[in-house]
């Protein structure tokens, strides 16, 4: 009895003891890391600790202002997610960068989430996103508090978050299937960003199998909790109908929703639907600003498109150097396209000092992206000189990566290199092929040569009809040269019915666009009143037009004009001289009329001529009569 006595007493003295001891430790003051231990202790509920959100968010501001780096990241987590405190992405971004400076590994992998994507005012920039998810390659600790997070206490922002890593590689191995799974458990739980990631997943067949429905059941969960990136991706379904028959009205409606809250991606699309008219009136202006509004938030295709904007005049003023900044802006992060634009900008002066090798540089690394317009550009420059050595093999090497990948230009560079033997053995049946692909794309030079292929007879059966069908098709895309071709086409009844009215027309097209060989055409019906009616002034002044531009028919006929007084008062010096330039380019007519000229006026008045100014017999100007002109 006694002994069973001392022994309860021993007991019970333990236990005052022991709370004694619990009193005079709890009125020490904690350091950071046992306030950071606490906190998550309440965050969770875990170790027989109450869940007590908005306390724990206390010991972790305490333990923050103590310096406290996992402290300072997980209070980065709370309010991006909203855990014990209103969310605020501006605040999340600021306690993540303060303890990423101090090797935090949640907060350099949340900042590598957070510069790829942004979120409503956070900044995207990808080249620093990468920066982040490079510090913590191939260190799975940096995200231990996510995996416990996650897995331990089943915390459906943790589960959406660890998805996020296993979906970009974020301090662990890729993995497709573990991410849909993190996902969906986060999703199952209601997290509104798990719903939208999944259906993300689903949409696009990333982990499971695709299905677009499931995937548009996802995105409206998650739309109906207001989450910004599900609003547009249900915009984004409704315009190009995924899941839910196409509408594009209703796809501005999700838009307009998500870019008025902020959302970077909703906002750049907001823009293209004003730009296009696309469920909306077009309205240039309105295009700009939601670039603007999109780009100012780092999302690098907005940044291209007001790049595009700017340099083009739409929707804003026309300021080349406000387009070749955005485009840089872009191309730093990585986007291909713009990076293409900046090269071209330094090709050629273009809002910027002109530097052929910084556009060599820019071509590359949009090449190195899989950009097929710079594939086409860098073959051009090859082909060229520009920024490197004239290499047309090289040349064509990048034509044909770009022709393969169906781009039109490239395909018609490339039928051209095969029709004159550039960098390849000349080969037509080869150059046919690549224009008449260019050609079914639309390509109105191509249909040009495909049309004028048809007509000589190169690398394919010659066809008249044919050449007509090609060269009426480029011609109404307002291609000067097929217009002027379509004309001959008419004026001769090549592969079509005579018809002079419809020559004159199609000459008239192109010499509105100074195509100098229709400016020529057009004035030899104007001066013989052939299908219009007969205006000698209008056909002296195309007349001069042409010349002037060194064609060389147009030179003949302008001396012509000079010489009979059609269309101007007789001048036989003005006639002399372009008779002259004429022969010298290789008309055998001019090198004729000007011989005729000069022996009729020297026969008639030798004494007077104005042909003759010096002593030299029978030449003028270096052109001795008896040269024998060059072959046309």
Same mark, same amino acid.
């Given at each position: 009895m006694?002994?069973?006595s ?5 007991h ?9 001891n619990?009193k ?6 904690l350091?950071?890391?046992?306030l950071y231990?606490l ?6 509920g ?9 306390l724990?968010?206390?010991?972790f ?7 406290n ?5 997980v ?11 209103e969310?605020?992405?501006v ?6 960068l303060k303890?990423a400076k ?11 989430f957070?510069?790829?994507?942004g979120?409503?005012?956070?900044k ?9 998810t490079?510090?913590v390659?191939h ?9 416990e997070?996650a897995?331990?206490t089943?915390?459906?922002a ?8 296993y979906?970009?590689?974020?301090s ?8 849909f799974?993190w996902?969906k ?5 209601g997290?509104?960003?798990?719903q ?5 997943c689903?949409?696009?067949?990333f982990?499971?199998?695709k299905d677009?429905v499931?995937?548009m ?5 998650a739309a ?16 190009d109908?995924?899941g839910?028959?196409?509408?594009v009205?209703?796809?501005?409606k999700? *838009?307009? %929703?998500? !870019? @008025?809250?902020?959302?970077?991606? /909703? &906002?750049n $699309? =907001? #823009? +293209? ?8 009136q077009?309205n ?5 600003k939601w670039?603007?509004?999109s780009?100012?938030q ?7 498109n007001l790049g595009?904007c700017?340099?083009n005049g739409i929707?804003?003023?026309k ?6 900044y955005?485009?840089?802006?872009a ?7 713009a ?7 330094y ?19 949009s090449?190195?992206r ?7 550009s860098?073959?051009y420059?090859y ?5 490197v ?8 090497f990048w *034509?044909? %990566?770009s !022709? @393969?990948e169906?781009?039109?230009? /490239? &395909?018609? $560079? =490339? #039928? +051209?290199c095969?029709r004159?033997g550039?960098g390849v053995?000349?080969n037509?049946?080869?150059a046919v ?6 050609a ?6 191509a ?8 007509e ?16 009426t ?6 291609n ?5 071709n379509?004309?001959?086409?008419y004026?001769?009844?090549i592969?079509?019915?005579q018809n002079?009215?419809k ?9 509105a ?8 055409k057009?004035g030899t ?10 205006d ?6 195309l007349?001069?037009?042409a !010349? ?5 028919? /147009? &030179?003949?006929?302008f ?12 001048d036989?010096?003005?006639a ?6 004429a ?12 011989r ?5 006026e ?8 104005p ?6 017999d ?7 009569i ?7």
């Open positions: 006694r002994q069973a001392l022994t309860n007493i021993l019970r003295s333990k236990q005052v003891f022991s709370k004694l619990h005079r430790h709890s009125q020490q003051p350091d950071s890391t046992q231990k906190g998550n202790r309440l965050l969770f875990r170790h027989n600790e109450t869940q007590n959100q908005p724990a968010i206390s010991y501001l305490k333990a923050a202002q103590l310096g780096a996992r402290a300072q990241g209070l980065g987590f709370c309010y991006e997610f909203g855990l014990g405190v969310t605020d992405f605040k999340s971004e600021a306690y993540y303890a101090l090797d935090d590994g949640l907060s350099m992998a949340r900042l590598a957070l510069r790829k994507y979120r409503p005012n956070v995207i920039d990808r080249a620093e996103a990468e920066e982040w490079e510090k390659r260190r799975p600790n940096a995200i231990q508090w996510i995996v997070a897995s331990l089943g915390d459906p943790a589960q959406y978050v660890l998805g996020v890593c979906h970009d590689g974020i662990v191995a890729k993995d497709e299937q573990a991410a799974r996902y458990a986060s999703a199952d739980q997290n509104a960003r798990g939208g990631i999944l259906g993300y689903y949409g696009e067949g982990g499971v199998a677009e499931e995937a059941k996802w995105y409206r969960l109906l909790q207001g989450e910004t990136v599900a609003i547009y991706n249900v915009g984004y379904c409704y315009e109908g995924i839910v028959d196409k509408n009205d209703e796809a501005v999700w *838009y307009k %929703l998500s !870019a @008025e809250q902020g959302n970077a991606f /909703a &906002q $699309s =907001l #823009g +293209y639907c004003y730009e296009d008219g696309i469920g909306v077009q240039f202006k309105e295009a700009a670039y603007k509004l780009a100012e780092g999302y690098p295709w907005a940044e291209c595009y700017y340099q929707g804003t003023a300021d080349d150097s406000s387009g070749a955005w485009y840089r802006k191309a730093l992060q990585g986007h291909a396209r990076q293409h634009n900046l090269g071209f900008c090709q050629n002066g273009i809002g910027i000092e002109k530097n052929e090798k910084e556009a060599i540089k820019w071509y590359r690394r090449a190195e899989g950009n097929i317009f710079a594939y086409h860098l073959g420059c082909q060229n000189g520009i920024g050595k004239v290499n047309e093999r090289e040349s064509v *034509y044909y %990566l !022709a @393969e169906n781009h039109a230009p /490239a &395909q018609l $560079s =490339l #039928g +051209y095969y004159n550039i053995p000349k037509e049946g080869e092929k690549w224009f008449q692909r260019s079914e794309q639309g390509n109105a030079l249909q040009n040569s495909l049309g004028f292929c048809y000589e007879g190169l690398g394919i059966t010659k066809d008249m009809t044919m050449a007509v069908h090609w060269y098709k480029s011609a109404k895309q307002n000067p040269w097929a217009q002027c379509l004309g001959f086409c004026a001769n009844g592969g079509l019915e002079n009215v020559a004159v027309y199609w000459y008239r097209q192109a010499a666009q100074n195509h100098a060989r229709a400016l020529d057009l019906h104007l001066l013989n009143g052939v299908g219009v009616e007969r000698l002034k209008t056909a002296f002044e007349f001069q037009k !010349a002037q531009a060194d064609h060389v028919a /147009a &030179q003949y006929h001396a012509n004009c000079f010489e009979k007084g059609l269309g101007c008062e007789v036989l010096t003005q002399t001289h372009w008779f002259e330039r022969a010298l380019a290789g008309c055998r007519n001019s090198h004729e009329r000007l005729r000229l000069i022996v009729r020297c026969l008639l008045s030798p004494a007077n001529s042909l003759l100014s010096n002593d030299d029978f030449g003028y100007g270096g052109l001795t008896g040269y024998s002109a060059p072959a046309a």
